[in-house]
């Protein structure tokens, strides 16, 4: 399957985005789903992941209460809402798949990568 994310630009602190991410030539419900995003000069770090059916998610504490995972198997498209964004949220963001059964927080895990979108908070 690949994917493409999109949605990204330029927010002031305490605005909100959602990003999305398109499946194509695959099945997204056959995969469990993730967000990720790097941060210039760091690691490509964890930041929510979904199940198959949607029905249970995984919050990096960064995001917690603030970010929503969700998807929508009948468009193939996953979404990652963001609100409350800080200056610290700056990053590019990425979503991968797995075949995994379980919802893994390492991108090691993930087989499948969009190309990454660009988030950047002003203070």
């Known amino acids: 399957v690949q994917l493409q994310a999109c949605g990204g630009g330029l927010v002031q602190a305490g605005g909100s985005l959602r990003l999305s991410c398109a499946a194509s030539g695959g099945t997204l419900s056959r995969y469990v789903m993730g967000w990720f995003r790097q941060a210039p000069g760091q690691e490509r770090t964890f930041i929510a992941a979904?199940?198959?059916?949607?029905?249970?998610?995984n919050y990096a504490d960064s995001v917690k209460g603030r970010f929503t995972i969700s998807r929508d198997n009948v468009k193939n498209t996953m979404y990652l809402q963001m609100n409350s964004l800080k200056p610290e949220d700056t990053a590019v963001y990425y979503c991968?798949?797995?075949?995994?059964?379980?919802?893994?927080?390492?991108?090691?895990?993930?087989?499948?990568w969009g190309q990454g979108t660009l988030v950047t908070v002003s203070s």
């Open positions: 991968a798949a797995t075949s995994s059964y379980s919802a893994p927080t390492s991108p090691e895990m993930y087989t499948n």
């Open positions: 979904i199940s198959r059916s949607g029905g249970t998610t």
